[in-house]
């Protein structure tokens, strides 16, 4: 008996190695969309609705084969269904989504192929809403996204894939167009891992080595390997020996020790891809007794993976950026988009407050809204090298379009949530003239606040909540007259109301003193120099401390000055209790205009004002090389923190406890990939701080900056000067837009601030979304209101750790309730009461793009919000109004 049960064990054991000898190989088709690259809007737009078409029929003629041998299709974005959807039936559509449905035609949940090392977090969100809508909308789940072509790959961006439901991935680059080494590309060191963020959130990614062509394995177009001496028979037969032959050492110690293999992507630069027949006979042919080949949707490679290899080794570095860097050849028209993303907040949050009253605001925004998600999701398509057969010009005309989308959609939502909000705060004295300030952030704040003014008469401003006159002045901004109050402790995501009376306003002290080019509060003294550099900044709090130190002969603020004192006489722009402003005017190196402003220090013994810096830059000339703006600080190798996408980074390589990829000096295998280390992603903020000592850099209009002297293979880690780019085309002419496209009006807004102790990450975002999330004001209107006279907080979360990232209503309207996004910017889990200011009656966790995923019990009307360090999660509330 036991000698049977012995062989009855080996012949299963030699079944189970058989089994398992059998290589499992996927061919995915698709059609690689170079979007206002390969051919303009129209006629893409006309492609992919004739391949959508031509894919059903295929599918449907072939629902009869074996499962592996049926036709399938690969859209490489989701704008490809907004097409479908624009220019065919309902029928129709719901015939695709039903092809989707099955695992014939499988889309991402990106809109279209982008770069994602300059997108701010909101936007690269945004651009996924199309993909969340249908989610919804069908029943069903999209759970890939793609980023291609582009050599480098943020870190961050894949814990805001999985936080929006994603699970796979795939990279295939160009190896074209680019400062980084092919030798590079070809060693990666994970052919299949776990593409993880800080978070610990991942997708599984399949990014090959790059050892051939960008039509081999490796690049976009994997099934396609262009032999021209050769038919498509060929080769395919070719792709299916490369994938065998990857898979021939199946072991731990093998660069792929996996029994499952893909090659995805044919269409390479095509405009469209008819290839049906030609995949579905490759399958046939390939397949053996060991070799098992199928006509692929990915998904299905994926599950494969997922199922058979639970135990991926993971991955979490930044590559830095590449193709990401040429939005800045249009440095202007991408700062509006910035500002856009980063206004959103404010008019989003208005627009909650009012749509809690009026279930109808706004209804009538919702082609408006869809259209600036679309464009959010267009804007940074990755053929920003606008150096194909589409001119640069088109492509210009065709990215201000979308910049234009964003921009009014925003405006027009802020503009009238502003009005609305004002309608709907009970004015107790009709005759009175009140307005109220309110903030967008989840922390009580005080700052200042600008109202527009019809005349620049001197009146006194009563807060009504604390019945006290508050700091003001008036100031002229734009051309504009406009009052500017000092409002202390505006509540959390909700507003105070003040009173403006005709009388002379109580004597107060200047908010700084000025002495000829010099500047000073109780918080720092520095001088601006005609030309607009600071060359000198001390820090009061710390002893006064010097904060400045040139670096290769340039200052703070610099934008590449010859003479400091070359340019027009500093002077006084503005002046008053709350702020002064400073002026510099100055044509060295090209016309170009500074302002820096400090606030006042304290109210009455009261809670002091920020300890803030405003600098605010504008260009006004063309240009065409590489510009920055030079901040160069007196700290000791300081280490260099700053907002990626969808993460907080160390500016230092892996090896050294920082978050870029290792690189060889060499570019050899001894690196971890294509790591580009000369432009650093510049979200809200960078921080340079020594132990006990740093400085926050908050930036609203630049993409990137580069430390000290980088270069594409050398990371200055501990470099005091931060270069921020002010825009160029930073790969030579032929990349990018020529001559920023013929702007001649540049504008960036800064903010620098001091902090006597270690870095914190907390501390500099809120710094960083104080400055460009500022009061708003509006008129208070409402006879009957629904809000309360005088002061009122709709939301608080009890860890000041954890940071609302943004308020919304649901995108099906406020019927379905608030949407909430918080991001724990810390290192440790965290676990926050959330209180509103009426009982949340239900809630659940949604993806980023608002599609549910689990129900949660809110207690008391309250809710418990769970978060792992560094985390970003997205809540979808029901209260009881």
Not at 594 to 609: F, N
Request: hydrophobic share 35%; proline share 5%; net charge positive.
């Amino acid at each position: 008996m036991k000698t049977l049960l012995l062989i009855v064990s080996l012949a299963a054991s030699v079944s189970t190695v058989r089994a398992q000898a059998v290589k499992r190989l996927y061919l995915a088709n698709d059609d690689h969309t170079d979007y206002m690259w390969t051919a303009s809007e129209a006629r893409y737009d006309s492609a992919f609705v004739q391949m959508l078409d031509y894919y059903l029929r295929q599918i449907d003629s072939t629902r009869h084969n074996p499962d592996d041998f049926q036709a399938r299709w690969n859209c490489d974005g989701s704008y490809w269904l907004r097409t479908y959807q624009t220019y065919r039936s309902p029928a129709q559509f719901d015939r695709l989504m039903n092809a989707i449905r099955s695992g014939h035609i499988s889309s991402p949940l990106n809109s279209v192929v982008s770069t994602y090392g300059g997108q701010p977090t909101e936007a690269m969100l945004r651009g996924m809403y199309y993909a969340g809508k249908l989610e919804r909308q069908y029943t069903l789940r999209f759970p890939m996204a793609i980023a291609m072509e582009n050599q480098t790959l943020p870190m961050g961006l894949s814990s805001l894939w999985a936080g929006s439901g994603a699970k796979y991935s795939w990279r295939g680059v160009c190896g074209c167009a680019s400062r980084l080494s092919r030798t590079s590309l070809a060693h990666r060191p994970h052919q299949l891992y776990r593409y993880m963020g800080p978070d610990g959130r991942s997708v599984i990614m399949k990014w090959y080595s790059l050892i051939g062509e960008n039509t081999g394995l490796g690049g976009y177009s994997e099934t396609r390997p262009l032999r021209k001496t050769a038919g498509i028979a060929a080769n395919f037969a070719h792709t299916i020996d490369g994938l065998t032959a990857l898979c021939d050492t199946v072991s731990v110690q093998s660069a792929y020790p996996y029994n499952v293999a893909g090659a995805f992507g044919y269409g390479w630069d095509d405009l469209s891809t008819f290839q049906a027949p030609a995949f579905i006979a490759a399958a046939q042919t390939g397949t053996t007794p060991t070799r098992r080949v199928r006509v692929s949707n990915e998904e299905d490679f994926f599950r494969d993976v997922e199922r058979s290899y639970p135990g991926l080794p993971s991955e979490s570095v930044s590559y830095g950026n590449e193709w990401d860097l040429y939005p800045v050849s249009m440095n202007e028209t991408t700062a509006q988009v910035r500002r856009a993303t980063e206004k959103l907040r404010s008019a989003e949050a208005l627009a909650a407050l009012v749509s809690l009253n009026d279930t109808a605001f706004a209804a009538d925004l919702t082609p408006a809204r869809q259209q600036a998600w679309d464009a959010f999701g267009l804007y940074w398509e990755h053929n920003w090298t606008a150096d194909g057969p589409v001119t640069r010009q088109e492509r210009a005309n065709w990215q201000l379009r979308q910049q234009g989308t964003i921009s009014r959609y925003v405006d027009t939502l802020y503009s009238r949530s502003v009005r609305a909000l004002g309608r709907q705060i009970r004015a107790a004295d009709a005759t009175a003239r009140r307005f109220y300030v309110f903030n967008p952030l989840s922390w009580s704040r005080s700052d200042a606040a600008d109202l527009p003014l019809p005349s620049t008469r001197p009146v006194r401003v009563i807060d009504l909540a604390e019945n006290n006159e508050v700091a003001s002045q008036v100031i002229q901004k734009g051309g504009r007259a406009y009052l500017r109050i000092w409002a202390e402790n505006v509540p959390s995501v909700g507003y105070k109301v003040f009173e403006i009376q005709n009388a002379t306003p109580r004597p107060q002290p200047m908010a700084a003193k000025v002495t000829s080019d010099v500047i000073e509060n109780a918080y720092y003294r520095l001088r601006l120099r005609p030309s607009g550099v600071i060359s000198d900044l001390v820090d009061r709090r710390a002893g006064n401390r010097p904060v400045v130190q040139p670096v290769g002969g340039r200052f703070l603020n610099d934008l590449g000055t010859v003479n400091p004192d070359a340019g027009q006489k500093v002077e006084v722009e503005n002046a008053g209790a709350v702020s002064v402003t400073l002026k510099a005017v100055s044509s060295d190196p090209v016309p170009h205009t500074v302002r820096v402003t400090l606030y006042k220090s304290s109210h009455q013994g009261k809670s002091t004002g920020p300890a803030r810096i405003d600098i605010e830059d504008s260009i006004q000339a063309n240009f065409g090389d590489i510009k920055t703006w030079a901040f160069s600080f007196n700290l000791t190798r300081p280490t260099t923190r700053h907002e990626e996408l969808g993460a907080v980074l160390t500016a230092r390589e892996e090896r050294r406890g920082g978050h870029y990829a290792n690189r060889s000096r060499t570019g050899g295998a001894a690196g971890t990939g294509p790591a580009r280390y000369d432009w650093l992603t510049f979200n809200h903020f960078a921080d340079l701080s020594e132990a006990a000592y740093g400085v926050t850099l908050s930036n609203l209009d630049c993409s990137f900056f580069r430390l000290g002297g980088s270069t594409v293979d050398s990371l200055w880690e501990q470099s005091p000067q931060l270069n921020a780019l002010a825009g160029g085309q930073v790969d030579g002419s032929e990349l990018g837009i020529r001559q920023q496209n013929g702007a001649t009006a540049f504008r960036y807004q800064f903010a620098l601030t001091t902090h006597p102790a270690a870095f914190d990450a907390q501390a500099a975002m809120r710094f960083a979304l104080e400055h460009q999330n500022p009061l708003v004001t509006g008129a208070v209107t409402g006879l009957v209101g629904n809000y309360p006279p005088m002061t009122y907080s709709l939301l608080t979360v009890s860890d000041r750790n954890v940071l609302l990232w943004g308020l919304k209503t649901s995108e099906e309207g406020i019927s379905n309730g608030l949407i909430a996004r918080f991001w724990n910017i810390t290192h440790t889990a965290m676990a926050p009461t959330l209180r509103l200011a009426m009982p949340i009656s239900r809630a659940w966790q949604t993806t980023h793009i608002e599609t549910n995923e689990r129900p949660l019990s809110p207690r008391k009307g309250r809710l418990t919000l769970p978060f792992a360090p560094s985390q970003l999660n997205t809540y979808r509330l029901q209260v009881q109004r």
